[in-house]
C-alpha cells in the first residue's frame, strides 16, 4: 500500500515466495486482488456533483435513509473494490459454503483461467528474436556473467543532471 500511494508504475515480485525463489499461481491470484484493493484506495474519494448528491441528501433528509435511493444503488459499487476471494459472507454461510478460504479460491480461479484462457499467438519473428536471445544468454559463461558486476564495468560517474 504504500508504495502505491507513493506513486509507482510497477511493483514486482507478484506471486513469490521464499525470498522470490518460488512461484505460486494462486499467491499470484491473491496479490492481483491485493493490488486493486491498493489500486482502489490510491483512487481516493471522488468528489463531483454527482458523487455528492446534493439533491438526494435534500430530498432523504434526517428522517430517511439512502440505501433505497436509486443514486446510492447506481455508485455504490463504483465507490467500493468488492474482492472476489476474500470471504466476506457471515460464519454460518461461509461454512455452509464449504469453509473455503482465500487461498482455496485463488487456486480454485488458478484452474478457471488454466482452462479457460487461449493464448495469442506470437509473431513468428518476435519469436525467433526471443529464442535467439535465450540461445545467447544460455551460452554466457559465469564469468561473463559477473564481468558486468566488476567495478570496470560499472559507471560510477556522476548522474546526468546532477546538481552540486
Known amino acids: 500500500m504504500p508504495a502505491v500511494l507513493s506513486g509507482v508504475d510497477f511493483i514486482t515480485c507478484g ?8 512461484e505460486s499461481d494462486a499467491l499470484l491470484i491473491m496479490d492481483d486482488e491485493l493490488c486493486g484493493m491498493a489500486l482502489r484506495m490510491a483512487e481516493g474519494i471522488r468528489v ?4 455528492l448528491a446534493l439533491e438526494v441528501i435534500h430530498k432523504v433528509n434526517y428522517s430517511g435513509h439512502y440505501m433505497a435511493e436509486p ?3 447506481k455508485t455504490f459499487r463504483q465507490e467500493h473494490y468488492l474482492p472476489k476471494l476474500l470471504p466476506r ?3 454460518d454461510a461461509w461454512v455452509k459454503a464449504g469453509s473455503r478460504s482465500a487461498i482455496d479460491l485463488a487456486r480454485e ?3 478457471e483461467i488454466l482452462t479457460e484462457h487461449e493464448p ?6 518476435v519469436e525467433k528474436e526471443m529464442h535467439d536471445f535465450r540461445e545467447l544468454v544460455a551460452a554466457r559463461t559465469i564469468d561473463d556473467f559477473y564481468a558486468g558486476e ?11 543532471g546532477y546538481i552540486a
Open 15 to 22: 506471486g513469490t515466495l521464499d525470498s522470490t525463489m518460488l
Open 48 to 51: 463531483s456533483d454527482d458523487s
Open 71 to 73: 443514486h446510492t444503488a
Open 89 to 91: 459472507q457471515p460464519y
Open 109 to 111: 480461479r488458478v484452474q
Open 120 to 125: 495469442v499467438p506470437i509473431d513468428v519473428q
Open 150 to 160: 566488476q567495478e570496470a564495468g560499472q559507471d560510477f560517474g556522476e548522474p546526468q
